[in-house]
């Protein structure tokens, strides 16, 4: 978002409550690993950084299904050019702001307070002291919890809700091979075990990030390292070799089991002082990758209608809420029906054959029926359609399945007579 104002010309200064991470020795607090997508690149190209970045990524061509067994069976995205990209992008991006003269970051400024009168904020300093800062317009990109967004809980007509998920997640660690990677790189592996899960996405340093999604009362159970490696050596017995049982017995308590939750907020905006992008408008569990994608698709959508009304903030920002919330709610709701979808389904004989139906419907009707997956991640429809598509799509699927099974049906019955009837016949001829 500040390299977009920039371009426009708008004096910008970012404040960021932690330090900068570049200079960081360590990096406080843990997430999940971030997958671009095409609506992210959509994005990144606007401000000339897609190529550089795209560069630094792993691209993902697959999901990989971890059976208990050991078994691994790739399920394709979609086509072979449709990829997702893992790594850590924030360095850059911090790189791309930092490279327009009218733009300062500032670190170590945390947020206290802010008047939707005056424009006025008021931060703690790195050096403990208390500072204000005036602006025109605010934009709230501070993150599930936002600072920012406890203005707009004081007013009326906002609306507002929050959901924890009952599970959590940690994070581990799977370590390079001989100075190679543990596991095949391209793909997002997937352990799936029902009512929990593992993922594993690959990092630049041949290392991958290893997440595992899980009911907070079955972490509970697990207090000792010999409990975690027994719970591995049961549901992951194949990655309890190349994780190594000294590192997943220490690392499985390093930090506690993070909560996931999801956020919607109606409207994203404030009069014509303040915006809500990102997380503060729209935290979205993990689940569908979109989290990142989306906030993107927030500056990339807003730019627009800056260009539409020529800036004018009254009109932009009445404009974004009324364009940006539908689609924001949707993905939220998508990412909640993911989570059942990746530990569970992919486990199934019907998802498989969903799957195939929906790629060979695809491909005889690729204007007509499009894979839910394939609308939300590799293209720019809106995510409220791209929901509206697939319920349509489901009832088309529905009937074609019936049809289909109902001809077998017939055809079987049909086959089935025939050799009685030539029999019967046979006989009354002797």
């Not at 605010?138 to 203005?151: L, N, P, Y």
């Not at 932009?316 to 924001?328: F, G, H, M, N, Q």
């Given at each position: 978002n500040a390299s977009f104002l920039a371009k426009r010309g708008f004096q910008v200064q970012l404040f960021e409550s932690r330090e900068d991470i570049r200079q960081a020795k360590i990096v406080r607090g843990r997430s999940i690993n971030l997958a671009l997508s095409l609506r992210g690149r959509e994005a990144l190209k606007h401000?000339?950084?897609?190529?550089?970045?795209?560069?630094?990524?792993?691209?993902?061509?697959?999901?990989?299904?971890h059976s208990i067994s050991g078994k691994q069976s790739p399920i394709p995205y979609g086509k072979k050019s449709q990829v997702r990209l893992s790594f850590n992008i924030t360095p850059f991006l911090l790189l791309a702001a930092e490279a327009y003269p009218n733009t300062k970051l500032n670190f170590g400024y945390k947020l206290s307070d802010w008047s939707f009168d005056s424009g006025m904020m008021t931060f703690q300093g790195p050096n403990g002291t208390e500072e204000e800062i005036y602006a025109d317009l605010?934009?709230?990109?501070?993150?599930?919890?936002?600072?920012?967004?406890?203005?707009f809980l004081r007013q009326s007509r906002f609306n507002y809700s929050q959901t924890y998920i009952p599970h959590g997640y940690i994070e581990l660690t799977m370590p390079p091979i001989n100075g190679q990677f543990?596991?095949?790189?391209?793909?997002l592996h997937i352990w799936p075990r029902n009512t929990f899960m593992m993922i594993a996405l690959p990092n630049m340093d041949k290392t991958?990030?290893?997440?595992l999604f899980m009911p907070f009362e079955e972490f509970d159970k697990i207090t000792t390292g010999a409990q975690a490696l027994e719970f591995f050596q049961k549901y992951f017995p194949d990655a309890v070799p190349l994780m190594g049982v000294a590192a997943l017995k220490r690392d499985f308590f390093q930090l506690p089991a993070q909560a996931m939750v999801s956020v919607k907020s109606s409207p994203y905006h404030m009069g014509d002082r303040c915006v809500l992008m990102g997380d503060a408008a729209h935290a979205v569990v993990p689940f569908y990758g979109?989290?990142?994608?989306?906030?993107?698709?927030?500056c990339i959508v807003f730019d627009g209608i800056m260009d539409q009304f020529n800036e004018d903030l009254s009109a932009?920002?009445?404009?974004?809420?009324?364009?940006?919330?539908?689609?924001?709610h949707a993905i939220a709701d998508l990412a909640m029906y993911n989570y059942i979808e990746m530990r569970s389904h992919v486990n199934s004989r019907w998802f498989l054959f969903r799957k195939f139906l929906d790629n060979f419907l695809h491909r005889i009707m690729p204007r007509t029926i499009i894979p839910l997956y394939t609308m939300v991640t590799f293209?720019?429809?809106?995510?409220?359609?791209?929901?509206?598509?697939?319920?349509w799509q489901n009832k088309v699927s529905r009937i074609f399945v019936c049809s289909f099974i109902r001809y077998l049906m017939i055809w079987h019955c049909v086959i089935?007579?025939?050799p009685a009837k030539a029999k019967n016949l046979k006989k009354e001829s002797e």
């Open positions: 401000i000339g950084m897609e190529e550089k970045i795209v560069s630094k990524g792993i691209p993902m061509h697959a999901r990989m299904i605010i934009v709230g990109c501070d993150g599930a919890f936002s600072a920012v967004r406890k203005q543990a596991i095949a790189p391209n793909f991958f990030t290893c997440t979109q989290g990142m994608n989306a906030g993107f698709e927030d932009v920002l009445l404009e974004y809420s009324k364009i940006r919330v539908p689609d924001d293209s720019r429809m809106r995510y409220h359609e791209a929901v509206r598509q697939w319920q089935g007579r025939r």
